[in-house]
């Protein structure tokens, strides 16, 4: 991490994260406990993201959108996983769907599926896990057979964010079984193709309001131009989708954190014990300065890694961006944890009811720590990056 850029969000990023805060404490703050209780798609927050080009500010504008950097992504999906995690999921997906056409699609499948996705007329999710193949997703059984001029795949994904309610998939499937990690291609499969279905909504500890879903492949036939990029080049480009989403999980830990100290700091000045604000006592100050030190060192190496990504995605060479992505990831989630299970604590019983959204953020957090790579996983990555 020698070359550290000079960085800071600027002007219009601190514009952005005003607008996106008081937009998701009036639009969907309201509904969040409702959603996580109905485990209900928050179909507000679509809607309020789609109203003010919040829901993939990622995308460019030569394809309609309004070309928002790494770092205007991060802060969005902070801020809105500062009221709802289930509703951060609508940008954060959407980039993690959309970036393998951004780094490998040709120039003619981006202006097909990105358009829909920068006007809100549709949602772009992320087919790679599969029930024995999660840490190892290399090892995926999912297969595109060639027919033609185009493949036909079968196969079950699992653990698919937002599915059903998106249109778009990127799906990885294995065109070759004799070349490993080699032999696996990227397509896009739509979710009204012959042949795709959807399986229950899983039951969840959290982010309930986000459906988690397998996606069922049945003789699916897909265009040879739905292929992203070459044949055989579909693990590499998963690999280096995740260099750049992972920063976006640790964004919406970043927000899942900074809703629940906030939620702890109003509690702890107004709550009154032994004739005192809750506040007062040291024990519980110590508490605070250790979350809220935390929780910025985690969002300083999260924004740094938003840049990084930023000056890759523009072509530039960045030799340490798995590695301060996997960093940032993992720290930011791991304070995210933390963080909300500290204040829990600190609302003391009442923390542990539903009446208050701190136990809502804590079972969502937990989540932050295993997808896109488990934290366990994302050590391995970072110690791997260091010994070369």
Same mark, same amino acid.
């Given at each position: 991490m020698s070359d550290f850029p000079m960085y800071a969000p600027s002007e219009e990023h601190e514009l952005l994260r005003a607008t996106v805060r008081e937009l998701a404490e009036a639009k969907i703050a309201p509904f969040a406990a409702e959603v996580d209780e109905e485990s209900r798609f928050p179909q507000e927050a679509l809607d309020a993201l789609v109203g003010h080009g919040l829901h993939a500010v990622h995308v460019p504008e030569e394809y309609g959108g309004v070309g928002g950097d790494a770092l205007a992504a991060a802060i969005v999906i902070e801020e809105v996983a500062r009221v709802c995690a289930s509703s951060s999921l609508i940008p954060a997906v959407n980039k993690l769907g959309t970036v393998p056409l951004l780094l490998a699609g040709s120039p003619e499948l981006r202006e097909r599926y990105l358009g829909p996705v920068a006007s809100g007329e549709a949602m772009f999710s992320y087919a790679l896990s599969e029930a024995e193949a999660g840490s190892d997703a290399a090892g995926m059984r999912t297969r595109a057979v060639r027919d033609g001029d185009g493949w036909?795949?079968?196969?079950v994904k699992s653990w698919i964010t937002n599915a059903g309610e998106s249109r778009y998939y990127t799906v990885m499937a294995v065109t070759d079984p004799e070349k490993g990690a080699g032999g696996i291609s990227a397509f896009v499969v739509e979710a009204g193709d012959p042949g795709v279905s959807? *399986?229950? +909504?899983e039951r969840k500890? *959290?982010? +309930?309001?986000?459906p988690t879903r397998q996606v069922?492949?049945?003789?699916?036939?897909?265009?040879?131009? $739905?292929?992203?990029?070459?044949?055989?080049?579909g693990f590499k480009t998963a690999l280096a989708t995740l260099d750049h989403t992972r920063i976006t999980i640790a964004a919406q830990a970043l927000g899942i954190a900074q809703g629940a100290l906030d939620f702890a700091l109003g509690y702890v000045r107004e709550r009154r014990?032994? *004739? $005192?604000?809750? *506040?007062?006592?040291?024990?519980? $100050?110590?508490?605070?300065?250790d979350m809220a030190m935390r929780l910025e060192g985690a969002r300083q190496l999260t924004y740094h890694a938003a840049v990084k990504s930023e000056r890759a995605m523009r072509g530039e060479r960045v030799a340490d961006l798995t590695l301060v992505s996997s960093a940032c990831k993992a720290l930011a989630s791991d304070v995210a944890m933390d963080v909300t299970t500290d204040a829990v604590q600190l609302l003391g019983g009442y923390g542990y009811t539903r009446d208050f959204p701190v136990e809502r953020m804590m079972r969502d957090a937990k989540i932050t720590q295993i997808y896109e790579g488990t934290n366990q996983i994302q050590r391995l990555v970072i110690a791997r990056q260091l010994l070369g």
């Open positions: 036909v795949l079968d196969g959807f *399986g229950p +909504k500890l *959290g982010i +309930k309001g986000s069922v492949l049945e003789g699916v036939r897909v265009p040879g131009d $739905r292929m992203i990029g070459a044949e055989g080049t014990q032994f *004739g $005192r604000p809750v *506040g007062d006592f040291q024990g519980v $100050r110590f508490m605070l300065a």
